[in-house]
């Protein structure tokens, strides 16, 4: 009986060992689907990371602009290459131009032909240097000869005396403008012109005029000098505008181009006020 029960037992730790041992290639299996699981994900982070694209950098001028595609001119080498801004994040205030002064981020050692510009940034801007600043916001307060506007929360006074003014019903209080001006801002800047946003999609809101005093007309009637408010001159100049028919003291609207600060400024028009 005693053997027996030997047997049965010896029987029974056989069968209990057999069940332990069946379950251990599963641990093993799953242990073993687990490691190569994250073998893999760590492959895959550090093929991500060996992706990361290297940069370069370069600063030239632009000679060409066709689309997306610029021709830049190295600055070290005077070589010449396209390089694509489709994708790119651009830095500028203006549109580009010919002659812009730019600095490029480029992948590193790339073949590519235009090269892909993953960053482009204008440092001098051919439009911004022969163009006037304008600020745009609110009206706050008007007088004959004085404009208050509030911009991100902060008033600017400018003198509207000499300004050019486009504006279907006047310049209106607590209506939003676009003022073109020349000084500093927070110094009672001069406004050469004021757009009202009734009329920001008007041709008229897309010239640039000047409204001041004849001072002085040249000898060969090709040139023009209009005295400010302030007393500041402007020289205006054209080969086809006889100004001869103008004298001192006049007050005329003068259409130009470029900005009232150049030295000589192009006139395009002049009207008689």
Do not use: H, R
């Not at 131009?97 to 981020?105: A, F, L, P, R």
């Amino acid at each position: 009986m005693k053997k027996k029960l030997l047997a049965t037992a010896i029987f029974a730790l056989a069968i209990g060992a057999t069940a332990c041992s069946s379950k251990k290639p599963e641990e093993t299996t799953a242990a073993t689907v687990a490691e190569t699981t994250t073998e893999a994900a760590t492959e895959a982070e550090t093929t991500t990371e060996a992706k990361e694209v290297e940069e370069d950098y370069m600063s030239g001028m632009i000679t060409k602009v066709e689309d997306s595609v610029l021709t830049i001119k190295n600055d070290e080498d005077d070589t010449e290459k396209n390089y694509d801004i489709t994708s790119a994040e651009l830095t500028q205030e203006f549109p580009l131009s010919d002659g812009d002064w730019v600095e490029v981020t480029f992948p590193a050692e790339t073949a590519e032909d235009p090269i892909p510009v993953i960053a482009l940034e204008v440092l001098e801007s051919v439009i911004g240097a022969n163009t006037d600043p304008s600020a745009e916001g609110k009206v706050v307060d008007a007088t004959m000869n004085t404009l208050t506007l509030e911009v991100d929360g902060e008033s600017y006074t400018l003198d509207t005396a000499n300004a050019y003014v486009v504006a279907k019903e006047g310049v209106t209080i607590d209506k939003n403008a676009t003022v073109t001006y020349i000084g500093d801002l927070d110094d009672e800047a001069m406004a050469v012109k004021v757009v009202m946003e009734d009329s920001y999609d008007t041709p008229e809101a897309a010239k640039f005029a000047f409204v001041g005093e004849v001072s002085q007309i040249g000898e060969d009637n090709k040139n023009i000098v209009l005295q400010s408010a302030v007393g500041d001159f402007y020289t205006f100049v054209s080969d086809s505008i006889d100004f001869s028919q103008y004298k001192a003291g006049d007050t005329v609207q003068i259409e130009y181009t470029g900005t009232v600060t150049a030295k000589e400024i192009p006139a395009v028009n002049v009207t008689k006020k």
